[in-house]
């Protein structure tokens, strides 16, 4: 198993108020298993990501990444063997500098040896790693990152997610932000470098029809549990009538995504 979740409890304190966030989820992945997570909202699914990630510790319950014990570990520690891409596009790239600087780093995981990561032979495999892309980047490499669109730079943050091969990729809701053709693209190119590069992947979306047509396996939560685990032919028999029939049956009425599209949301270009 590439990803085992065991038993897993998150409880908030908000005062005097104690929120669970996650109520006793487990949850394993194999090698190269693609999973889409659906839920409403507060249904825990970004906290299920930060206890994976190791920037939550739970509250009971263990993680374990290829076998080892990882409950303990800080999220510096495990981010050799996790890709994470965010909503937020500006939240996967350093903005003041360079395409390439962005890449390089992404390939070294730190900032020791940038230099040589930037010889002349390194920046042509950059070049062929954007190129695929089909977004025309791989001309732009000395251009700051700031300059790129949203839809460019989220692009580049999955391709930085996933150059170093790492053994799991968590994607928070990351074409939410994006306007339906750069969301769509954007999608493609995730499934496409996921499948090339045999990457575990645990993806968040708010999205029903997203999560039916993307991936082998799909699992929607409420209120911090998993309510269905749905794989192969299920799956695929399975339509966003049938999800929101299933989300009404636990006592979603009026959640944004019983609307059975993309959230309505500021794009971003």
């Avoid at 076998?67 to 510096?76: E, F, K, L, N």
């Avoid at 360079?98 to 230099?115: Q, S």
């Amino acid at each position: 198993m590439i990803l085992e979740v065991c038993g897993i409890t998150k409880t908030f304190s908000l005062g005097l108020e104690k929120v669970e966030a996650l109520r006793g989820i487990d949850l394993a992945l194999t090698q190269g298993e693609f999973v889409t997570v659906i839920g409403s909202n507060g249904a825990g699914k970004s906290t299920l990501l930060n206890v994976i990630a190791g920037t939550c510790r739970p509250s009971r319950g263990r993680v374990r990444i290829a076998g080892r014990d990882v409950t303990r570990w800080p999220a510096h520690r495990r981010a050799r063997w996790i890709g994470r891409v965010f909503q937020d596009p500006l939240r996967g790239t350093a903005a003041h500098m360079t395409l390439a600087e962005n890449l390089a780093l992404a390939l070294r995981k730190g900032p020791r040896g940038l230099g040589l990561a930037l010889s002349h032979a390194r920046r042509r495999l950059l070049a062929e790693a954007l190129a695929p892309l089909d977004m025309g980047l791989e001309g732009r490499l000395n251009e700051r990152v700031a300059h790129l669109s949203g839809g460019e730079r989220q692009a580049v943050t999955v391709l930085m997610a996933t150059l170093s091969r790492p053994m799991l990729l968590l994607l928070d809701e990351h074409t939410a932000a994006l306007d339906p053709a750069n969301a769509d693209k954007v999608l493609e190119i995730t499934e496409r470098l996921v499948k090339e590069n045999g990457i575990t992947t645990l993806m968040v979306t708010h999205r029903m029809d997203q999560a039916l047509r993307t991936g082998s396996r799909l699992i929607m939560m409420h209120k911090g549990r998993v309510q269905l685990d749905l794989r192969g032919e299920r799956k695929q028999g399975f339509t966003v009538d049938d999800l929101v029939g299933l989300f009404r049956k636990v006592g979603v009425t009026d959640d944004e995504l019983l609307l059975g599209q993309q959230p309505l949301k500021e794009a971003t270009a």
